[in-house]
């Protein structure tokens, strides 16, 4: 199935330091959801972002939605230990309810 | 919030054999589920649509006959494993609407087939 591009990979960072990360598509996508995945866990959701242009912030978290429609990116500010994990992009087309996930980036905090 | 009961989370079963694992949405009614797998280190990848009172709808490359996907009621659905073998070993994770566009996803299941 399809997937979104998501970059980076993984990240490795220290205790306090700003993260950011995007995701493209190829196709419009009506909806853009960011998640974050603990090991062993479902993905719990982060942000949700419904209008192109749209700029959303949960706490440390920011995430935009991107005027083209084919991007969104998560920026995460002041990093602590509890950050560590998996966080996926998914965006949902106009008329499906079906998400497509992006290909992760995990976040790691060095000591 | 929304919570979405997955059961088990664990199980590991003997080659042929088959699996069923239960999605349930606790707080709110779905008429729509989703059923995920995610291989190691990879993302979730989409392998059914699970609809209330009708059949799945299947993802391209997903064998209905092998994995049985059950909506019988509003609050529940089910995925059978069916003559399971070792290359279905994965981590399986429902999710369900809660709203017209919210998802709320379960806490997975970690299927080991020996």
Redesign the interface.
Known sequence: GQQLNQSPQSMFIQEGEDVSMNCTSSSIFNTWLWYKQDPGEGPVLLIALYKAGELTSNGRLTAQFGITRKDSFLNISASIPSDVGIYFCAGRPFGNEKLTFGTGTRLTIIP | GAV?S?HPSRVICKSGTSVKIECRSLDFQAT?M?WYRQFPK?????MA?SNEGSKATY???VEKDKFLINHASLTLSTLTVTSAHPEDSS?Y?C?A?DSP????????T?LTVV
């Open positions: 979405v997955q729509t989703f990879q993302s979730l990848m989409l649509t993802e391209q490359g981590f994770i999710s609407m566009y919210g998802y709320t996803f379960g806490s997975g970690r």
